[in-house]
């Protein structure tokens, strides 16, 4: 009789196992839809990041003020001129760049301080659970848009950094919530009571024991909350306190020809197209990352 079939060196029992992050990447690529949102959100990502190299003019220059303004899509100026003779083609591409810079950075200090908080609150618990929850409460009472609207019209000056910090510092709250109850839910898992047993200290379990399985989660935060700050900063700049002239963002390009708007169609079209497709990829990243998470979990 055959003996036994050996078993390969290299079977699944002997694999590594693929972290959380490369799981997801995997479970988008899969879907048609969302390799067509990754391939749209990285030409506008590049076209952002090569903004100086093919804008065809300075995004600020007004060339001739008097013979330029508001000029209708041409070949010369293919997104047409702003009232102020400034191409909206070159303000659009340096928007582009603008606006992800500030979406991007606002969305991480909004996930530093809510995986912070809601980590810090779900792993200790008790007394300490219990106050900074209040807290949370108090602040998610007050309307987002509204908070900022009282801050900025305050300020109405800021430069683009505290603008950043002020558009991040008002989005954590419900990311803190969403980690926390994923912290409760496996502080008592036997992963954590094997580390707590190894003399693993408090710090050390929630950095490399719990929060590597709150990647998925955080990436649906991340990829939905740069697309909602992308449209914050729009409205706030289309009202005249975010972005500061003659610094271009998709919304204070809609703003400039905002009073005018059947007679300069272009500079709320394409401003409002590449925003509208910005959002729309990102969303859809964010709808299928959190289905992979579901069907995970």
Do not use: C
């Amino acid at each position: 009789m055959p003996g036994p079939t050996p078993v390969s060196a290299t079977s699944s029992a002997a694999r590594p196992r693929e972290s959380p992050l490369a799981l997801s990447v995997r479970a988008l690529l899969r879907k048609r839809s969302s390799r067509i949102a990754l391939v749209v959100l990285a030409v506008i990502v590049l076209v952002g990041i090569l903004a100086p190299l093919i804008a065809p003019y300075d995004p600020a220059a007004q060339p001739d003020i008097v013979a330029l303004k508001s000029q209708s899509p041409s070949l010369a100026h293919p997104f047409g001129t702003d009232p102020y003779s400034r191409d909206v083609l070159s303000r659009v591409l340096y928007g582009a760049r603008l606006s992800l810079v500030i979406g991007i950075l606002a969305t991480f200090v909004s996930l530093t301080f809510g995986v912070a908080y809601g980590a810090i609150a779900g792993y200790v618990g008790g007394m300490l659970d219990a106050v900074m929850m209040r807290i949370l409460d108090a602040f998610l009472s007050i309307p987002r848009l509204l908070l900022l609207l009282g801050v900025l019209v305050a300020w109405p000056h800021l430069s683009i950094a505290p603008l950043i910090l002020f558009l991040g510092l008002t989005g954590w709250f419900g990311l803190s919530r969403i980690v926390r109850g994923q912290v409760l839910a496996l502080k008592h898992a036997e992963f954590v009571t094997a580390a707590r047993a190894l003399g693993a200290s408090r710090r050390r379990i929630l950095a490399r024991h719990l929060l590597p399985n709150l990647v998925s989660p955080i990436a649906v935060a991340a990829t939905i909350g740069v697309g909602h700050v992308i449209v914050l900063e729009a409205g706030l700049s289309f009202l005249g306190i975010g972005v500061p002239q003659p610094l271009a963002s998709w919304g204070n390009i809609i703003q400039d020809g905002a009073d005018q708007v059947a007679t300069l169609w272009w500079m709320s079209l394409f401003p409002g197209l590449f925003m509208v497709l910005t959002v729309m990829t990102l969303n859809i990243l964010g709808e299928a990352l959190r289905d992979v998470y579901e069907r995970r979990s």
